[in-house]
């Protein structure tokens, strides 16, 4: 990618990741540990250079940039993103969840029509039990004509419960979303082995193509040869 070119769906996800969401007292974010504000110490050009996936080498655990992720599966709705401002503008009191529900029962978003179940889906992805994207995620998928859409706010906090951004609106496809955050591949840039994970299980395979299944996609943090993962 070019990084010199910098489109208006990148920009949106890079000021979201950036959002100061706020502190509390009570959380558990600490003086710093939030990640808006560990986000906020890096430019767009940091984002866009970061590894698509990374794995911990002392730990194993391995995670999807949240950057890369959302650029690469979402286009930013400049005209849908108006309506919902202009909209949110008329309804100060009420939280952001709330007004995009509300945003949605006025543009005629029913949870089911004629020809679409779960035509407006609300989520979190803290109860998906296998997205290993880097940030928590909520918000709600949503079918207006014949384009599907996305809500999403992007947890910059500590407690899950709380700290999410405002909502941006962008076209998405939600099974795409959801189903391929489970799914990473590392290659070793040594020896060329492969760590495929997928869910809660991993496997290993060597330059012969010998594959050996982990009990753990956590058990092996570097190659065989001792060689740091990167994401192929």
Known sequence: MNNATTTKTEQVIYEMLTENTGTHML?????DGRAWQRNAKKSLEDFKNEPYAS???????????????????LVFSEGMNLMLEEFAKKHP????????ALFLDALGVTERDESIEDARWEFNTYNFDRFMVS?????YF????????????????ADVRGGYTAPKIFEADRYEFILEADKITFRCPKCESLLD???????????????????SRDEMPCCKCGTDWVAN
């Open 135 to 139: 940030q928590t995620m909520q918000g």
């Open 197 to 215: 994970i997928e869910g809660y299980t991993a496997t290993y395979i060597n330059p012969m193509n010998e594959p050996l299944d982990l009990d």
């Open 142 to 157: 949503f079918y207006l004509g014949s384009k599907e859409y996305v809500a999403l706010q992007i947890h910059g906090g």
């Open 55 to 73: 794995i911990d080498p002392k730990y194993g655990d391995s995670s999807l940039s949240a950057f890369h992720y959302l650029r690469d599966r």
């Open 93 to 100: 009191e009420e939280s952001w969840r709330e007004t995009v």
């Open 27 to 31: 959380d558990s974010g600490g003086d």
